[in-house]
């Protein structure tokens, strides 16, 4: 528990940091109107191709005795890839609203 505590001490600037990040994307993204939310977050959703490169990075210099950063890494892969594939669907969904119908 001493670690733990040792460890949130060392990285306080980090955790403020993330605290706030979270607080300005609810920010952000509460006022953006909602005819602009679905093109907003497909683009978004595409961008965790990036997400998905810098698990697999972390995950290929990670130790093999690294469980935690090797869980972490799997799971970034995973959810990124889920996030991604539904990114292009939602913007295909969107532009087939646009084809003209026979």
Known sequence: METLLQKIALHQEYIYIVILMIFLGIEVIGRV???LHTPLMSGANAIHGVVIIGAIIVMGKAESDNYIALILGFLAVILGTLNVV???VVTDRMLEMFKHKK
């Open 33 to 35: 109107p909602s005819v």
């Open 86 to 88: 539904g990114g292009f």
